[in-house]
């Protein structure tokens, strides 16, 4: 009778044992495909990146841009669609100048300490948001290609027009205040009123005026950096702005509302 109940009790704890056995070794399984799928996805992009493909999941950009008539800076996020396409959110912030700006040292005593754009009206401040796609035409092939990519983006302008104010002294007084061109020649009818300067970047935001308007960007980007989760570029482009209003920038020059340039913008930043 105690052999059978020894016998009874062993195959019960043995199969207990293997009843736990076979429960952890199939939950084993799942957690080794997932890593096997996992240890093959990481081999692929691996792969991908050796052969100069540029993968990541998004991507965010610095820039300093040059353009046929001003200079800014910019901010792009991106976000991966297919190996060969990307959507691009992005925002700029320019300053924008007539090609008839005319800067003139100024001095009420013979020395030249402060400059004057001679007739500006206004400084023009475009802050521009978009959307628009990226498309990679061709990888960097090694570490030390360059990718090509082409895009095109497209939105909304917020044109600032900040009045440009002047220091003007009375040659009689030596009184010096601040004016507007218009506001000089009106005042000046007898001539003894003299420039002595810019008022400065400060003056004239508390007269702010907002012109809304569209834009449309298309360029060519090549990146030339080692690393492919690092941002290394150039870029250069065309733009084209549309504002509701025609853009009053320098006295005696025909105002207009479109605005059309060519641009160069140094890009560094991050994938993920």
Known sequence: MKQLFLAALVSLVSGALYAQDSAAVSQQVPQQNKKNAKRERINNLLRMEEEGDLIFNKHSIFGIRLATDGYGINYEKGKFKTPTRTLLFEFELNEKK?????????????????????????????????????YLIGGKGNKNGVAVTALYAGGLSIGLLKPYYIQVEDRNTQEITRSTFPDLIKADSLGNLLVSGASG??????????????????????????????????????????????????????????????YVSILFGSRK
């Open 98 to 134: 007539s090609p008839k700006e005319h800067k003139i040292s100024s001095s009420a005593d013979g020395f030249n300490y402060n400059s004057v754009v001679l007739y500006k009206l206004n400084n023009f401040y475009s802050f521009k948001m978009g959307i628009g796609q990226q």
């Open 201 to 262: 970047f400060t003056v004239g935001w508390s007269h702010l005026s907002i012109d809304p308007g569209v834009n449309v960007k298309t360029a060519m980007r090549f990146d030339y950096g080692r690393l492919n989760p690092t941002v290394s570029a150039i870029e250069v482009g065309l733009t084209g702005e549309f504002y509701a209003n025609k853009v009053p920038l320098v006295m005696y020059v025909p105002q207009k509302q479109f605005f059309f340039n060519a």
